[in-house]
């Protein structure tokens, strides 16, 4: 079973000119970039169903719910999703159990709100203010928002504002027991073994 073991950086920092094959990226960036990206592509697919039942009901695009709206870009970022965690990874020197401790955040909002899907369009947002928010939970030492800003590509303002956003969404529980933290890594190694991941 992994464990948080298995997710430490070994205190080793990371240069912006270290290349992606010399980071050894830990096994939880593939694993969580599957699960999101498969589950980006259930939700635009429930979308483009709903707004084919509902075409000539409305004009704009279908949202299910509002309480993701803040995390809403305009359009999809360029990057994927696997790249985006890697940066984040690499430019953040967060460890690698922050992004489990994201990745229960995310998990927390669709369950508290499930009329709000997880897209293309708030994805990337939503897991560089959980990253960050995991890093305030977990690490010793962490960078401060303008940096995360920066390498999520978002202002600091903005991030600032999606962190209270995320704050208030989930009612400031953002405590993660040793317990819930193993059962979410059992779950990732689970999708890994099952899926080929990682």
């Given at each position: 079973m992994?464990?948080?073991?298995?997710?430490?950086?070994?205190?080793?920092?990371?240069?912006?000119?270290?290349?992606?094959?010399?980071?050894?990226?830990?096994?939880?960036?593939?694993?969580?970039?599957?699960?999101?990206?498969?589950?980006?592509?259930?939700?635009?697919?429930l979308?483009?169903?709903?707004?084919?039942?509902?075409?000539?009901?409305?004009?704009?695009?279908?949202?299910?719910?509002?309480?993701?709206?803040?995390?809403h870009?305009?359009?999809?970022?360029?990057?994927?999703?696997?790249?985006?965690?890697?940066?984040?990874?690499k430019?953040?020197?967060?460890?690698p159990?922050?992004?489990?401790?994201?990745?229960?955040?995310?998990?927390?909002?669709?369950?508290?709100?499930?009329?709000?899907?997880?897209?293309?369009?708030?994805?990337?947002?939503?897991?560089?203010?959980?990253?960050?928010?995991?890093?305030?939970?977990?690490?010793?030492?962490?960078?401060?928002?303008?940096?995360?800003?920066?390498?999520?590509?978002?202002?600091?303002?903005?991030?600032?504002?999606?962190?209270?956003e995320?704050l208030?969404?989930?009612?400031?529980?953002?405590?993660?027991?040793?317990?819930?933290?193993?059962?979410y890594?059992?779950?990732?190694?689970?999708?890994?073994v099952?899926n080929?991941?990682?």
């Amino acid at each position: 079973m992994l464990t948080a073991g298995d997710y430490s950086n070994h205190g080793r920092p990371l240069q912006p000119e270290t290349s992606l094959a010399e980071l050894n990226l830990p096994r939880v960036l593939c694993v969580l970039s599957s699960m999101l990206e498969k589950l980006v592509a259930r939700n635009e697919k429930l979308i483009d169903i709903l707004s084919q039942e509902l075409d000539g009901l409305n004009s704009g695009s279908v949202r299910l719910g509002n309480s993701l709206n803040t995390f809403h870009g305009v359009r999809a970022p360029s990057i994927s999703i696997p790249k985006y965690l890697e940066r984040i990874y690499k430019y953040t020197n967060c460890s690698p159990s922050c992004f489990v401790v994201g990745y229960v955040y995310i998990d927390r909002l669709t369950h508290r709100h499930p009329d709000s899907l997880v897209t293309s369009l708030n994805v990337h947002r939503l897991l560089v203010t959980s990253v960050m928010v995991a890093s305030k939970m977990l690490d010793d030492e962490h960078y401060n928002n303008a940096i995360y800003a920066r390498v999520g590509g978002v202002s600091n303002a903005e991030l600032n504002k999606l962190e209270l956003e995320l704050l208030f969404l989930l009612d400031f529980r953002v405590m993660v027991s040793s317990r819930v933290f193993e059962s979410y890594c059992f779950h990732l190694e689970k999708e890994m073994v099952v899926n080929g991941t990682g």
